[in-house]
């Protein structure tokens, strides 16, 4: 069966410093992947998607960025994190071809 | 652009009473249409989802409803029980496969 995996569960980091969020899927291949960010009490807002190995697509001009080095893996970068960049980090899989999308647990980043 | 609006935006049953949140979708060509649960601190879980080939879909006390032509959808939940209570959202698939997302409902349910 398909597993994502998502890591760390929770983040602490200063302003100014660099940012690395790691998600992988196991038990299938060439799946589209996704980036959310959910802000407390809100909704799930796509920052990033790839329907395959070093496609990405950007919906939010922002201090972030996102790469696929193998097929399996998504990658959230920032080289300098904003106040603004807390909040609720959710990577996403599905097999594509109109399939259900599923969740990894998340990553809280705090901005301090 | 691709919009999904969804209403209300809480909601409060008591134990037992059912629940009707609705979705409108603003494209056209959607032909998927899922249904997230997300507990406090959790990861959304995808709890039931429809396609635009059918009209109707029910899993025990959830099911959802699909207008194509009036483009909304609803999702119902028969004899709520507290463990129900959790913030909701429904998506619509539109162009280049991506999930456009409703703001969410927080549901509780009182016992």
């Known amino acids: 069966s398909q597993t994502i995996h998502q890591w760390p569960a929770t983040l602490v980091q200063p302003v100014g410093s660099p940012l690395s969020l790691e998600c992988t899927v196991e038990?299938?291949?060439?799946?589209?992947l996704y980036w959310y960010r959910q802000a407390a009490g809100r909704g799930l807002q796509l920052l990033f998607y790839?329907?395959?190995?070093?496609?990405i697509s950007s919906e939010v001009p922002q201090n972030l960025s996102a790469s696929r080095p193998q097929d399996r893996q998504f990658i959230l970068s920032s080289k300098k994190l904003l106040l603004s960049d807390s909040g609720f980090y959710l990577c996403?899989?599905?097999?594509?071809?109109?399939?259900?999308?599923?969740f990894g647990d998340g990553t809280r980043l705090s901005i301090l | 652009g691709e919009n999904v609006e969804q209403h209300p935006s809480t909601l409060s049953v008591q134990e037992g009473d059912s629940a009707v949140i609705k979705c409108t979708y603003s494209?056209?060509?959607?032909?998927?249409f899922p249904w997230y649960k997300q507990e406090l601190g959790k990861r959304p879980q995808l709890i039931i989802d429809i396609r635009s080939n059918v009209g109707e879909k029910k899993d025990q006390r959830i099911a959802v409803t699909l207008n194509k032509t009036a483009k909304h959808f609803s999702l119902h939940i028969t004899e709520t029980q507290p463990e129900d209570s959790a913030v909701y959202f429904c998506a619509a698939r539109g162009g280049y496969n991506k999930l456009i997302f409703g703001a969410g409902t927080r549901l509780a349910v009182h016992p």
């Open positions: 790839s329907v395959g190995i070093g496609q």
């Open positions: 038990g299938t291949s060439n799946p589209n």
């Open positions: 996403a899989w599905e097999v594509g071809g109109g399939q259900p999308q599923h």
């Open positions: 494209d056209s060509a959607s032909n998927y």
